[in-house]
């Protein structure tokens, strides 16, 4: 499949995309880069990494870079020759380029692919939704997570429907559909989510019911929907706690004389497999769902092997023809 | 000070409500409890704490008992014999009462004292606030955790006023005020934040501006201030983060092997202390803020450690003069 790569979105950007955009390359023969960017700098960071199948990649030279600072709307409109908006544009309009993929600033690149590549038809909002990890290994599906911060009951629905096909996509039978709540009883809710609840049980879906932000990694559902402003905080809650642990118990273990030290040396393998569990970024990025092309958002910080899983990711979804799955799901 | 115990509250209760009131009096010489309850099992259990100064404490007998899975509004206003009406209803009529603590169902507390004991003059609504770990080994407030799920903007101010006036009670000098927002930059948020953001900014507050939820136990901020159902997310998100992590640390060692096995049993004292610091439990319960006397909701799966806590933390407060410094607060 013919992957999109904005090279220069993201904190470590141009090298650690383009670097991460090789390794894709290397993992799977049928992936095709297409990089914007200053393309005599991604010239040079391709050669850098010792990588010579010059049939498999290719390069829209786009002088312009959106920053974080920038107001996203403002940005798309008027810098029409960014990496970001070249890229977009490219993909909107080569039926061969399946799928998208930048770490740039998520305003920029929910509002770019909004504006510039379309909404499915019957979409209201397209919806961010990223995958965290279960305690069961698997991943639950968070949506949305900042794209919609003030939603009607009847959004919450169709990022059910949306999130549902998305998990269908990825193998997931009869995906369980849970709205985040902040109780477990069916008559918990704030006005929003009361009336949700009507609507997600009425529907087709397989709706389990409301679970409170505890459960989201516990394994009780496939898909957990949220309004984007309670989503993001729940998804920036869980990623600050996972990272102070991970620090204090760093310490503590510093901090607890020899034999805590040495104990800690013999759990470090142990432990750094547990990191790379609960590494938000090694999940790849999160789906802009509802657009008309796979468009992953990866991490502002994401490192090379961050970006070869989100381009993995692209890869793999628009093979699972998610975008047409979608499209179905919202026709029922 | 005297202190008002609700001991048919939680998944614990009888036993270790009275066991952990009893430890509170053992730690407190200063401290008198009253007892609403089952006057013969009350007296039973104390007797089993071989705890003899009998001038220590009170009982006041109330057979009925309000369970989770009743409606709080109608069982605050039909169970008038219940350890948690019986104990609000002293605590309002008797001056010397200081505080009250409960574990039992939070919407029955929370409507109960807003009924029974009523609000400090100019107090909209009042707001469910525990205390969380922060990086630092201090504590930061969040407020609310859930008792208004529908806020208006100048409810958020309110609860800055009185998050504010609460840490100042507890030795913070001019605590800084953050709003817990989708991201740091001031033109964030949703329509309830934006506009709350507004009034913060124009506040005599020490308003620090937005946070984001991967901030709220970096230490930023003293009081971080949410809409009760957000606030409430983001509690769960983090304890729920926090549980799942020492979950899964525990089987990645157990797993491990036998190098792991033994580096596990070298950290133990280490992970403990870790724990405990994490451990929401351990800082007492959530104060009730903005009802005319000191109302702490402990956690319903509290242990006596825990009951012990939340009685020494209502004791403290009410010395420290938390209703009158939130009722001036209000005057300004």
Redesign the interface.
Known sequence: MKIVVDAYGGDNAPAAIVAGAVDAMKADDGIIIVFTGKEIEIKELIKKENFSEADRYAIINADEIITNDEVPTAAVRSKLNSSLVVGLDYLKKEQSAAGFVSAGSTGAVLTGATLRVGRIENVARPALAPLLPR?DGKSVLLIDC?AN??CRPEMLLQFGIMGGAYMNALGVDKPRIAL?N?GAESKK???L?KAAFELLSASDLNFVGNT???????GNADVVV?D???G??????????????????KE??L??GL??K??????????S??KS??DFNEQGGALFVGVNKVVVKAHGSSKRSAIKAAILQADGLAKAGLVEKISASLKN
Chains 1, 2 share one sequence.
Not at 212 to 218: D, G, L, P
Request: glycine share 14%.
């Open positions: 305690m900042g911060v003030d985040l902040n809710g704030n006005e989510t409170e932000a505890r459960e989201i990694m516990s949220a984007g402003f309670v993001n905080v729940a998804l920036k809650a869980c990623e600050g706690t996972a990272l102070m642990i991970l620090k204090m118990l503590s273990v901090n607890g034999t805590a040495i104990g800690g040396m013999l759990i470090k393998k142990s432990l497999g547990l569990k609960l």
